[in-house]
């Protein structure tokens, strides 16, 4: 039978803490931070375009307003934020960002010159046809 003396292993707490923040920084860059290899999405575009799939925002059915998108993702699937929700929504329909915009918006999302998008109150969005 074994104490718990025996069970306790010496470690250098330098060495400790910088090993175990090293990995847990790589899992979180590569869990979060990099896009995925087959579809470039982060899992925030992931979510959003999950979340606009469950309200049903089809190309086919009316623009409902972005914060009403970015409330259900907070609510459901990403609690981290709504202005990372809102930029990342704003970014998947601007047509000068992605090759092929993702979501259909309807009012200011933001322009080639850097002017930011009107707050996701005054926006509106749904899912764009393929």
Known sequence: MSTS??????TNLRNEM???YLEYAMSVIVGRALPDARDGLKPVH???LYAMHELGLSPDRPFRKCAR???EVLGKYHPHGDTAVYDALVRMAQD????SPLINGH???GSVDNDPPAAMRYTECRLQAA
Not at 5 to 10: F, G, L, S, T
Not at 96 to 99: A, I, L, P, V
């Open 5 to 10: 003396q025996e069970r306790i292993v010496p």
């Open 18 to 20: 910088s090993r175990s």
């Open 46 to 48: 992931r979510r959003i």
């Open 69 to 71: 998108v970015v409330g």
């Open 96 to 99: 000068f960002s992605m090759r």
């Open 107 to 109: 009012g200011n999302f």
